[in-house]
């Protein structure tokens, strides 16, 4: 039985999940039928189902392994938490997340960022950018963490009447724009359309939203919305013809 044991972890670990799953699963209905499983059959178990594309059967198998070995908690926490994003089950992809970071005395900064985009995913986008708003402050210098903020505030603001994410776009502008801004090209697009956007329509401020657009054109010649919107701000306004 020892055996069978090791060749489902030993597949599993050199990159041959469907054969370890298989040899899972037979080596499971003996071991269980002798009682013989133990929690890091659960846990082997459990990570073979969620790459198989079985996350929620996974999940279950390892909160099954956590609350029969509470010691595993701390080593498990984040690939059952991932599993429940997987399955979109994120009311428990928040509750592992809050308690793990309850366990580790507010968490790293990663469980933050983690945690941000499962109130995200959930639609709680107010907690979303509590935690985001964490993340930054802990380390300034992680610029994904002021496109978070922003897009946060953008759901919050759907109609961008009240502005909220304008600022974090800007200042996601100004760190990304300093550190790499061929790697975050797609983030600044992003930002440069919401704020033109803004100008454009909630502001009806023309002239503000331009170098927006201008500056999407720059990173990305061929951006269609960026070509009308230029072509509609620039476009010479018609002569009115006023009659004898």
């Known amino acids: 039985m020892t055996m069978n044991r090791l060749k489902a972890y ?9 054969e370890a799953l298989a040899a899972m699963q037979k080596y499971m209905q003996v071991a269980s039928a002798s009682n013989k499983v ?9 990570k073979m189902l969620i790459k198989g594309g079985k996350t929620s059967e996974g999940a279950a198998i390892i909160k099954k392994a956590i609350d029969s070995d509470p010691k595993k908690a701390a080593e498990l926490q984040n690939e059952l938490a991932q599993a429940y994003l997987a399955a979109k089950d ?9 308690a793990k970071m309850t366990a580790n005395k507010g968490g790293e900064l990663t469980d933050k960022v983690y945690l941000g985009r ?4 959930n639609g709680q986008f107010v907690q979303a ?15 994904p963490g002021y496109q978070m903020r922003a897009r946060a505030n953008a759901n919050i603001d759907k109609d961008s009447k009240q502005g909220l994410a304008k600022a974090h776009y800007e200042k996601y502008i ?29 502001k009806n401020d023309k002239a503000a939203s331009l170098p927006y657009w201008q500056q999407v054109l720059a990173l990305d010649p061929a951006d269609q919305q960026a070509k009308t919107a230029v072509a509609e701000i620039t476009k010479p306004k018609t002569a009115t013809v006023k009659r004898k």
């Open 129 to 143: 950018d509590s935690l985001y708003s964490l993340v930054v402050a802990e380390r300034p210098t992680y610029v």
């Open 10 to 18: 030993t597949l599993y670990e050199t990159g041959k999940n469907d």
């Open 118 to 121: 499962a109130y995200e995913m």
């Open 90 to 98: 994120y009311p428990n992809a928040i509750a592992t997340y809050r």
């Open 38 to 46: 133990i929690t890091e059959d659960n846990v082997y178990y459990g």
């Open 174 to 202: 100004e760190v990304a724009s300093g550190a790499d801004a061929a790697k975050y090209k797609s983030g600044l697009i992003e930002a440069n359309k919401y704020l033109g956007s803004y100008y454009y329509v909630t």
